[in-house]
């Protein structure tokens, strides 16, 4: 069967998304490992099914580079809403989206009919703990987040000295956490910016994490490190994280970008 599909980027953090509204697709983690790969398949960070929904205006679901589902993305989240604005599927510039960590509200900045960025409310953090990593690791301590997925952000005085394709899979599988643990390492900044490169469960090594950027900007919150708000700068560019007055959500404002739109046989092996 062939499938159409855009790839779609935030922050260079890139997925193939599908609306399964209009194609079916019966085995999303066999194909997010195939389509997943760079050099022979499409090339992303996985694999993002748009959805009806019983609960809101429409649902995602997100399965990894390895074919595990993800909770939540942040980056996907702002991707879904430029797609569903631009390809006519709703004419809301405020939009609720069904995922497994519940259902987040995207509010669209749209000028001539383009949407120009997007702003997700990602609720408030279920959990910040500062924990021990024990022995044996060259970063001995972290602060674990939850934002509808786990997070262990570590601050670090020179980020360029982290080798985080080394370290970044074994913290993964940290046994403090069972279903494996997004990991970012930060930088704070002199001009209130955070610097931030991440190691995600499930993908490895990726330009950016919107989950991950609040994760960061609640631990810095945590650790006294930032205010109310803050820009984090990732490999593939910059967030701004804060916290809503009134409600204490965290609100996530960035790009969205279509890459290309293509059609896939999903019966091609590669």
């Known amino acids: 069967m062939k499938i159409e599909f855009t790839k779609m980027h935030g922050a260079g953090n890139d997925y193939i998304y599908v609306n399964t509204m209009k194609y079916a697709v ?3 983690e066999e ?6 790969r760079y050099h022979t398949g499409i090339g992303s960070d996985g694999l993002v099914l748009i959805g009806q929904s019983q609960v809101a205006d429409f649902s995602m679901r997100i ?6 589902e993800a909770m ?5 989240s702002r991707c879904i809403g430029k797609y569903l604005y631009e390809y006519g599927l709703t004419s809301k510039t405020a939009v609720t989206l069904e995922t497994l960590s519940g259902i987040k509200k995207l509010y669209l900045n749209v000028d001539n009919g383009v949407v120009k960025s997007v702003t997700v409310d990602m609720d408030s953090p279920q959990y910040v703990n500062p924990v021990e990593l024990g022995d044996g690791y060259v970063y001995p301590s972290g602060i674990a987040v939850s934002m509808g997925n786990p997070h262990l952000v ?3 005085n020179d980020i360029a ?8 899979p074994r913290l993964e599988h940290h046994p403090l956490f069972p279903d494996r643990v997004n990991v970012e390492f930060v930088q704070p900044m002199e001009d209130g910016k955070m610097r931030m490169r991440v190691w995600e469960r499930g993908s490895g090594i990726t330009q950016a994490c919107g989950t991950g950027a609040c994760a960061t900007f609640v631990a810095a919150s945590y650790a006294g490190l930032c205010g109310d708000a803050a820009s984090v700068v990732m490999d ?6 804060s916290r809503e007055n009134g409600t204490g959500h965290i609100l996530m404002e960035g790009p969205a970008v279509k890459v290309f739109d293509g059609t896939i046989d999903t019966d091609d092996t590669f």
């Open 63 to 68: 399965f990894n580079a390895d074919g595990s």
């Open 236 to 241: 593939g560019g910059t967030l701004r994280i």
């Open 154 to 156: 570590i601050f670090v």
């Open 161 to 168: 000295q982290v080798e985080l394709e080394k370290i970044g």
């Open 72 to 76: 939540m993305c942040g980056n996907a």
């Open 26 to 28: 019966e085995n999303p």
């Open 31 to 36: 194909l997010s490992v195939r389509w997943s």
